[in-house]
């Protein structure tokens, strides 16, 4: 059974840093693209970075551009997401799927059980 595990989220102050992770169980990593996603209070889940865990390849979505990083350890089946310079519109509930794409994700109906971050003074 396709799972995953997240862990790192919390409460940080404007300019923080945070590290988020994902862990999966059930199947291969390097089999799929994993992203990572988000969804705000009252706002639609929205894409956030992706990474094809086979080449290391990496997306990432213009608002968070040049602050996240998405990241694999392929021997640990796990991926991450750094955030540095967090932002109040940051603030969401994070999740990871494998897919890219929010469609595919949905479709392929396998998602983490999200994580809070949010950024406040």
């Known amino acids: 059974q396709l799972q995953f595990v997240e862990s790192g989220g919390g409460l940080v102050q404007p300019g923080g840093s945070l590290r988020l992770s994902c862990a999966a169980s059930?199947?291969?990593?390097?089999?799929?693209?994993i992203g990572w996603f988000r969804q705000a209070p009252g706002k639609e889940r929205e894409g956030v970075s992706c990474?094809?865990?086979?080449?290391?390849?990496?997306y990432y979505g213009n608002s968070v551009k040049g602050r996240f990083t998405i990241s694999r350890d392929n021997a640990k089946n796990t991926v991450y997401l750094q955030m540095n310079s967090l932002k109040p519109e940051d603030t969401a509930v994070y999740y990871c799927?494998?897919?890219?794409?929010?469609?595919?994700?949905?479709?392929?109906?396998?998602w983490s059980q999200g994580t809070q971050v949010t950024v406040s003074s």
């Open positions: 799927a494998p897919e890219c794409e929010l469609v595919a994700a949905n479709r392929f109906g396998v």
């Open positions: 059930g199947f291969t990593l390097a089999d799929y693209l």
């Open positions: 990474i094809n865990t086979s080449d290391g390849s990496t």
